[in-house]
């Protein structure tokens, strides 16, 4: 029997990482210190070899210095903005037993708090932009291999290869069934390379370092059989589920007491995500209402002025969880529908105010939903809020409907950017904007979720679909 053949792999990223943060902490430092060369640099010193061993010591609690391969480069960069804050209130405690921050200034802690993070994000961009160059030259690659020839592994082919940055070469599709027995290659992967028993061949003689299993999950005894042969390799083995066959909303791994589960149907805002999200909210609504303060007090007078009602309208909405809440709007109409039936707002619908038509093309008339942010109930960015009675109706007619309650509702959201805005004369237009609040929940980030704001504006302003 021949020797297997071992390729080790030097975590060389991980090291020059650990290199850059803690250069990073150091030259923030200094350049804080370049403004008060007076200040004490001794307790400078000591201040920064603190941080440091803080930083490396949170970051290997946390996974910062794991590999990143395949990973979103958000979630490297809230992975490290976490660390570096766990490390300044590690900082911050030991400042208060030890009072050697006496001896420096706040301007500059502030500045050095702000500097070292800056340098540490523009480090890892660097080193990013780097790997994405080589393993998209074929260098840094690591060569991996298909068990299965069927729709999932051709999906994950495709995703592998419209991601090069990964850095993982394909060296071929096996499968023990007949030819007629599985899916058609493309003709850019050729034919099927051969069969499990060549699959074990290159895997012990260190030719694969990376297999996925794509069977289905039925298949349980075949991918018990496949998993013996191949722990006497050094290949690294993933098992591909083919949950493609439902319809996944943010599913995640979870533990029951030892017994692994995996979520259908979940919420993506929890832990850190969740504190982050809520966070953002709160400073971006707070800072909305101070800055649009005098506009909807003018807006309110104006209301008062031209038609008589209240200057507000709370409708009955469903929130998160599909808890009914109730939404701020200003009065757009001279109606105020809140029961079993609410008819849409159409175009030049007599229903609406003169004041009413020019708050709602141009979304002004949901301002007063910054009040709903900053209490919790809704957020900035989500799906958006329908009438109880129209969640009542839809329910009936869209599967999955009820599943963007998981999350809660917002004032603007991926639907609205998207061509879905205002009346759904149609259920085709009902089910897109449906179909947008789910991609929405699969794919949350805080990027995703800056995008969305910045498109609004646009949205806005060509006051398309809003009557």
């Not at 400078?44 to 290997?60: P, R």
């Not at 500097?115 to 393993?135: D, K, N």
């Not at 002004?364 to 942010?373: A, T």
């Amino acid at each position: 029997m021949r020797p297997l053949k071992i390729r080790q792999y030097f975590p060389i990223t991980a090291t020059v990482c650990r290199i850059t943060d803690g250069l990073s902490i150091a030259m923030g430092l200094f350049l804080a210190l370049h403004w008060r060369p007076e200040l004490d640099r001794q307790a400078a010193m000591l201040v920064a070899v603190t941080a440091i061993v803080a930083m490396f010591i949170i970051g290997e609690c946390l996974g910062m210095y794991r590999s990143w391969r395949g990973a979103a480069s958000e979630k490297e960069v809230v992975c490290a903005l976490l660390t570096w804050g766990c490390a300044l209130l590690v900082l911050l405690v030991l400042g208060m037993f030890s009072r050697f921050y006496d001896h420096l200034s706040r301007g500059m802690l502030l500045a050095w708090f702000v500097s070292a993070p800056t340098l540490m994000l523009a480090f890892r961009t660097v080193i990013r932009t780097l790997q994405r160059s080589l393993r998209a030259h074929g260098m840094n690659t690591r060569n991996y291999a298909i068990v299965g020839v069927n729709p999932l592994s051709l999906q994950l082919a495709q995703n592998i290869e419209r991601n090069p940055e990964i850095g993982l070469r394909l060296v071929g599709f096996f499968d023990d069934r007949p030819d007629e027995r599985i899916a058609t290659l493309p003709p850019e992967y050729g034919a099927k390379t051969g069969g499990l028993k060549c699959l074990l061949n290159l895997a012990r003689n260190g030719k694969i370092d990376t297999v996925y299993v794509t069977f289905p999950m039925r298949a349980e005894q075949r991918i018990r059989n496949l998993l013996t042969e191949l722990s006497d390799t050094t290949a690294s083995v993933y098992i591909v589920p083919d949950f493609f066959v439902f319809e996944l909303l943010h599913s995640r791994w979870s533990d029951i007491g030892g017994l692994p589960a995996v979520s259908i149907f979940e919420d993506p805002f929890y832990g850190i995500h969740g504190i982050v999200k809520r966070l953002t909210d709160i400073v971006l609504a707070s800072f909305g209402l101070v800055l649009l303060a005098l506009p909807m007090l003018f807006i309110a007078i104006g209301i008062r002025l031209s038609s008589p009602g209240p200057i507000f309208f709370r409708q009955k909405r469903y929130g998160l969880g599909g808890e009914e809440i109730l939404v701020w709007k200003f009065r757009s109409m001279r109606v105020m529908d809140n029961g079993p039936v609410v008819v849409q707002a159409q175009q030049n619908d007599p229903r609406v105010t003169p004041l009413g038509a020019f708050l709602r093309r141009t979304s002004l008339d949901e301002l007063p939903q910054l009040f709903n942010v900053l209490e919790g109930s809704m957020s900035l960015v989500g799906p958006r809020p329908h009438a109880s009675a129209h969640n009542e109706l839809y329910r009936k007619q869209i599967d999955g409907y009820m599943l963007r309650h998981k999350v809660k509702p917002g004032i603007t959201g991926l639907a609205q950017v998207n061509g879905f805005r205002g009346e759904t004369a149609t259920l085709e237009k009902m089910q897109g904007r449906i179909e947008c609040d789910h991609q929405y929940i699969r794919e949350w980030s805080l990027l995703l979720d800056f995008k969305i704001i910045t498109k609004t504006f646009g949205v806005v302003l060509l006051g398309k679909n809003a009557y």
